[in-house]
């Protein structure tokens, strides 16, 4: 399936039928609301780091069946969506700053329509929430000016070296985490957190964790935190992340699932009004 068919045939018996892979029972078009939205580029980003091709179609498979939340809010019941659709896009007109055909991972997720959702809905649909920030681990960060790995090399992201720009490009995504919408561009936790930590991930997945929850704590001091707990701790502290962010996905859309019949479906637009370009 490519790009155009997802727009030419929303809710379609196909694209429904992706939807009720991930759901309790079958769901039908009026119950449900599906949005596309893009999760990551091979585009230098603002930490000086970019995606490898091959990390983006890894990516790509990893994110099905991933919840998001918004804006990290875990007041707000029933705002919880799945991505249940992913595909690698590439522009051969449109280079990136590294002389790369630009290439996106998109994805598609679907909400249940509930009385809860229904002004998040509008807002999507006004392209005003249209920032995704995403969390996965890799297992390598490759330095573009000689090529090795970035811990034992002498360049630094930014810095120019013989009119050449250094960039850290990040291969082999060992896992996904999750992903955010957030409102405003530039927030504290917009954008991709990327964890370069081999090891057993329990570092890593302990900071993405956190960096998931509302927490007001920039990167780089959970990444120093995390970096200096015991292992003990760090195992306590991911059993609790793991379970408050369970209880904020699952029995929000158990409680959507439950709500949605008694409400009404309004309209029936993919794509649309909003911003997202797929
Ligand atoms: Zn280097």
Redesign the pocket.
């Known amino acids: 399936m490519n790009s155009a068919d997802i727009l030419s045939v929303p809710y379609s018996q196909e694209i429904m039928d992706k939807v009720n892979n991930f759901t309790r029972r079958r769901l039908t078009p009026e119950e449900v609301y599906l949005f596309p939205l893009v999760l990551c580029d091979n585009e230098v980003d603002r930490d000086g780091e970019r995606f490898s091709l091959s990390a983006l179609n890894a990516l790509a498979e990893m994110f099905v069946g991933k919840t998001g939340i918004f804006d990290h809010n875990a007041a707000v019941s029933g705002q919880t969506s799945r991505i249940f659709h992913t595909e690698v896009e590439t522009q051969p007109q449109q280079l990136t700053s590294a002389g790369e055909p630009y290439t996106c991972v998109k994805a598609l997720a679907y909400m249940v329509r509930c009385p809860q959702n229904e002004s998040l809905i509008a807002e999507i649909d006004g392209g005003i929430k249209k920032e995704v920030s995403i969390s996965c681990s890799v297992a390598k960060k490759i330095?573009?000016?000689?090529?090795?790995d970035?811990d034992g090399?002498?360049?630094r992201a930014g810095e120019s070296?013989n009119g050449k720009e250094?960039h850290i490009i990040l291969e082999q995504p060992t896992d996904a985490f999750e992903w955010s919408f957030v409102a405003v561009p530039a927030q504290k936790n917009a954008g991709v957190y990327k964890s370069a930590k081999p090891d057993s991930g329990l570092q890593s997945q302990v900071t993405a964790l956190l960096y998931n929850c509302d927490t007001v704590l920039p990167t780089w001091a959970i990444e120093t935190l995390v970096e200096k707990m015991p292992e003990q701790k760090l195992i306590k502290l991911k059993d609790r992340l793991q379970k408050q962010l369970a209880k904020r996905a699952e029995p929000q859309l158990a409680a959507a699932l439950r709500s949605s019949a008694k409400s009404k479906p309004s309209s029936f637009s993919l794509g649309g009004k909003n911003n997202f370009k797929f």
């Open positions: 330095c573009s000016v000689c090529g090795k970035k090399c002498p360049h070296y250094c």
